[in-house]
């Protein structure tokens, strides 16, 4: 939601972009790197480092807003980009929920496992109903702004950051705050798919 609605995260994305965009490099490389840094921190959260795991996170988090804020700044942006972009947090966020099997919390109703499970299908299904919806021609929404989310990917980020940190303290408040993360999720799924749905053309 503060991505579509906040015009402030978009001047600090266009910042951090024209500020690394003096280095040269392609905007891609900036998306090709969350992918090796997201595996270095999931694999840092399994050797049980965890405040290295959450550093790791967080710099591929940065470098997620970096790349687009550096195409848009040296006028680089392009659909292969925003393809490659997409296609690429996916596999960070999984991997950030796989790391969630090596964190001690307690959680309410279902075993961590299985909130970990359901989690798993909630983080990406209101960015495939967005997409899809673009696909079918159903909104034209191409700039995604339109079919706004209840919790785009700054807030997901946040949330389960959140709860990793927390749950080294505590794992009771660190699995509550998790659960928070999937009823947020399941209901931006909701809110999504009906506004889609209000958006869309009936033809």
């Known amino acids: 939601m503060i991505k579509e609605k906040s015009m402030h995260w978009g001047h600090f994305s266009q910042f951090l972009g024209h500020f690394v965009s ?14 090796p840094m997201a595996i270095l921190a999931w694999f840092a959260v399994y050797r049980q480092q965890m405040f290295l795991g959450l550093f790791l996170f967080l710099c591929a988090g940065l470098l997620d807003i970096i790349d687009g804020g550096c195409a848009r700044s040296t006028q680089q942006e392009s659909r292969r980009g925003a393809f490659l972009d997409g296609t690429l947090d996916r596999v960070v966020d999984f991997l950030l929920l796989a790391s969630f099997f090596n964190v001690p919390m307690i959680t309410l109703g279902l075993a961590p496992e299985h909130w970990i499970f359901i989690a798993s299908f909630v ?33 997901v980020m946040g949330l389960l950051l959140s709860s990793l940190l927390v749950s080294q303290y505590s794992p009771r408040w660190g699995g509550y705050l998790f659960m928070l993360f999937v009823i947020l999720a399941s209901l931006t799924i909701v809110q999504s798919f009906c506004l889609a749905w209000y958006l869309s053309s009936p033809q």
């Open 22 to 35: 003096r280095l040269g490099l392609s905007p891609n490389v900036y998306s090709w790197a969350t992918l």
């Open 123 to 155: 983080i990406i299904m209101p960015s495939f109903i967005v997409a899809y919806a673009n696909h079918r021609g159903a909104v034209d929404d191409p700039s995604e702004t339109r079919v706004w989310r209840l919790l785009n990917r700054g807030e």
